[in-house]
């Protein structure tokens, strides 16, 4: 039992609160009373909750702490808590499902830093997932660019342009009244051009090279045969000109020839 008795006649002189609740009995001093009687002093404050851990008042031992250091934002939203013996409610964002990154970056040693959104989120497959858009992954690397990236090839959702090695086109034409052919639309600006052609008495094969660095040292032979195995070689009299995706080559032994071409980049 819970006791406190004052020495002074006119003061209390003792109270018990044997249950430890919001009731503390009080003793009436002599000359109110017998000295027997007892009254409940109800007080709703009176609990564990209200009073320093450590610390006991009428018996009440308490249970709230003063060093704790939670605020509401460390507090899931709806959920409460008692800090220091103030009940908080937490405003903590709940995320949920999949969610979308603030932002992206790099570390110095090149790894992928990516910024979430401020709250707590569970984690996990369907409820933990962060979205990174392709525009952020190249916002924080620069080089995730179609042309860095081969021809054919998807990376994050950027396909690639790149082009490994010569590149080549090929085809037929047939020669106009001057033996000359044209021909457009190519993807790349040619390097090589191979013709081959035949007559009646020859067949032709032409080796154009054009020097992109020393344009006077293009070069081109026509390597003429007959069927039966003899080969002569002649540096004709022709022009040619290429420009971007187009070359076009004149030389009258192709004058309505059928004329197969090869373009090597």
């Known amino acids: 039992m819970g ?3 004052y020495s002074s006649y006119s003061q209390l002189l003792d109270w018990e609160n044997d249950n430890e609740d919001q009731r503390v009995a009080v003793t009436i001093p002599r000359g109110y009373s017998d000295g027997t009687v007892k009254f409940d002093v109800p007080e709703g404050n009176l609990s564990p909750a209200n009073i320093k851990s450590g610390t006991k008042i009428f018996n009440v031992t308490g249970s709230f702490t003063s060093d704790a250091n939670a605020a509401a934002g460390d507090i899931l939203s709806g959920k409460t808590a008692y800090v220091n013996g103030q009940k908080i409610t937490g405003n903590m ?3 949920t499902g999949i969610r979308n990154a603030t932002g992206t970056a790099r570390w110095p040693n090149g790894d992928l830093a990516v910024y979430p959104e401020r709250g707590y989120q569970k984690g996990g497959a369907g409820d933990g997932e962060i979205r990174v858009t392709t ?6 690397c620069g080089d995730l660019a179609p042309q860095n990236i081969v021809s054919g090839a998807s990376i994050f959702g950027v396909t690639g342009t790149a082009i490994v090695g010569r590149r080549f086109a090929s085809g037929i034409a047939i020669g106009n009244a001057a033996g000359r ?3 457009a639309g190519l993807a790349f600006t040619p390097t090589y051009v191979i013709l ?3 007559d009646s008495i020859y067949a032709y094969r032409n080796i154009y090279r054009r020097d992109s660095i020393f344009p006077n040292l293009n070069h081109s032979v026509i390597v003429m045969y007959i069927p039966s195995g003899t080969i002569g070689m002649e540096r004709p009299t022709y022009s040619v000109t290429i420009s971007g995706g187009s070359f076009y080559f004149a030389y009258d032994r192709f004058a309505g020839l059928t004329v197969g071409w ?3 980049e």
């Open 3 to 5: 006791r406190c008795r």
């Open 93 to 95: 964002p709940n995320l």
């Open 135 to 140: 525009a952020q992954l190249q916002a924080a």
């Open 181 to 183: 052919i044209d021909v």
């Open 196 to 198: 081959e052609a035949a």
């Open 262 to 264: 090869v373009a090597i």
